[in-house]
């Protein structure tokens, strides 16, 4: 077969593939329209544009023509809520007030906002539109008369608290998806995230930049999206496609795309910001040349977590060997500019991964391509600058400083580090669980830690476990009973040794038990 018949084959094959269904949303829609306007003149043409089914209210800054009902003169203050319930505040004569549908307290709707003056997400809710007065709305018109009665959307992600690491021990760790949202539909819970599924509009970036996995995305998991790239990859090699290149895109900008070469294999997706490392790493271990991204009108946010995911897949394939002078996944908005990669494509290529946890995933990936070894000088490990957030390495800890208190031991989210028991005082590291989060940075007392940001790409080093520090167990001097190690025992009467509270030969109760220490003092 030649390429465009191979193409032709993959993306057929692609049609078989079943897609987990996620749950739903739903909204539900009254009719109910806040116009937020300068004056009537301007709310009626909007009004015109409504169909019969819906019910405007106005909200004017200035009275300028004969009083309709349902009309408020005010300034808008807030917009919160979504579709089916926004809930609004706005500056009338002088006080704030909650402006409502009726008495009985029916939020509105819709807002449709021509002033646009209040502070909102740059992707706003579900049902606010903030209108150009003077702009060409037809589309959106078209888009708001359908807003009536119960609506459903999917739920595009998933949350884990259990695997989150937002906040530990009143310690900020890490916000992440709280920074990488641009529906601002991610809020602190105090130790973990909430996320509002009726903000989410499932651009995806949350669950590319999460450390951990506590966010995925669910509608198509990354599990999904890995059988699609499977089976469209896989089937056009197999029918002695060459070359592969891979395009992703949203299936709403379909119709901007040019005609693509025959080696091109376009993937819609729900979202492009739903991308990240461990599908452009997985789409290189499939054979692939040369990813190209098709970006159109996404939120800056978005855009910067793709940048950065962008930046360790090449961080990664560098240090792996896999080096090309033009970029190996390239974002772009005119696709027609893309440059091809020149990068060494396997040879020998990887099976389905079926393993859910996002870092297993990964691991996986990094190590059918370090064993593999089909470039000839892969280092041992990547390092990374602390911009380009990773969320793989290690921890230093200075053995000079460090007393075996197990304060990091005691607080590490992922259990990376580990404790001996009392006859063995032992900080333990296991390199593939750590996720950088500077907790047991931040609980050290003795300040003898540090983080080192890196994917070590051998598997026996990163799993196995490292001993980091280990001391001899400490016996009370009376009694014999271990009941800490030598460096904090050391270390506490070293320090204590000048204070009054301990002269006359007291310091030598800090070298016994707790009972032998009572026994001591009657
Ligand atoms: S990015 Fe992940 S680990 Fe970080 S706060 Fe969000 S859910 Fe938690
Ligand atoms: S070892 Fe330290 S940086 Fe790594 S996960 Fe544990 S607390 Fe966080």
């Known amino acids: 077969m030649n390429n465009l018949q191979a193409k032709q084959k993959a993306i057929t094959a692609l049609a078989d593939i079943y897609i987990n269904p996620t749950s739903v949303i739903s909204y539900k829609s009254a009719g109910f329209v806040l116009i937020v306007s300068e004056s009537i003149e301007e709310a009626l043409k909007i009004t015109e544009q409504l169909g019969d089914k819906f019910t405007p209210h106005y909200l004017l800054q200035n009275k300028t023509g004969v009083d309709k009902n349902n009309t408020t003169y005010g300034n808008l203050i807030t917009v919160n809520g979504y579709l089916g319930s926004f809930e609004i505040t706005a500056m009338v004569n002088n006080k704030i007030e909650n402006l409502m549908v009726n008495k009985e307290g029916k939020y509105f709707d819709i807002v449709i906002d021509l002033v646009s003056t209040i502070n909102i997400a740059p992707v706003p809710p579900f049902g606010y539109y903030g209108l150009n007065k003077n702009g060409e709305n037809v589309e959106i018109f078209a888009e708001i008369n359908q807003l009536i009665g119960i609506l459903d959307k999917p739920k595009f992600f998933n949350l884990d608290a259990t695997l989150c690491v937002h906040n530990r021990n009143k310690t900020e760790l890490c916000q992440r998806c709280i920074d990488s949202c641009p529906a601002d539909a991610i809020s602190s819970n105090g130790d973990s995230v909430d996320v509002n ?35 469209l990859v896989g089937s056009y090699l197999k029918n002695s496609g060459k070359q592969v290149k891979l395009l992703f895109h949203t299936a709403d900008n379909e119709a901007l795309l040019p005609e693509l070469e025959s080696n091109t294999l376009p993937l819609a997706q729900e979202e492009i910001g739903s991308l990240g490392l461990e599908t452009f790493l997985y789409a290189f271990c499939l054979g692939v040349e040369n990813i190209i991204v098709h970006c159109t009108d996404e939120p800056a946010q978005t855009i910067q977590v793709l940048h950065k995911q962008i930046n360790l897949t090449h961080k990664l394939l560098h240090s792996l060997g896999y080096q090309s002078q033009n970029a190996f996944v390239q974002l772009i908005t005119d696709i027609s500019q893309a440059l091809d990669s020149d990068i060494t494509p396997l040879s020998d290529t990887i099976g389905l991964i079926e393993l859910s946890n996002k870092r297993n995933r990964i691991f996986a990936m990094i190590d059918f391509l370090y064993t593999n070894k089909q470039t000839q000088t892969p280092l041992s490990h990547c390092d990374f600058s602390v911009s380009d957030d990773a969320y793989f390495g290690e921890v230093i800890i200075n053995k000079e400083l460090c007393t075996l208190c197990m304060a990091c031991t005691s607080v590490c989210p992922p259990k990376a580090l580990t404790s001996g028991n009392i006859d063995k005082p ?6 593939s669980l750590c996720v950088q989060c500077g907790l047991c940075v931040k609980s050290c007392p003795e300040e003898a830690m540090q983080l080192n940001s890196r994917l070590i790409f051998d598997n026996q080093q990163r799993t196995s476990q490292k001993i980091l520090n280990a001391d001899q167990p400490f016996r009370c001097v009376d009694c014999g009973k271990v009941f800490g190690s ?7 009467m070293e320090k204590l040794k000048n204070h009054s509270m301990f002269a006359d030969g007291k310091i030598n109760n800090l070298a016994k038990c707790e009972d032998c220490r009572v026994k001591a003092l009657f």
């Open 426 to 431: 032992i900080v333990n590291f296991q390199e």
């Open 486 to 492: 030598n460096q904090v025992i050391q270390k506490m």
């Open 197 to 231: 599924p009726n903000l989410c509009h499932g651009c995806g970036g949350c669950s590319s930049a999460c450390p951990t996995g506590a966010i995925s995305y669910a509608y198509p998991t990354e599990e999904d999206t890995s059988k699609k790239l499977y089976v």
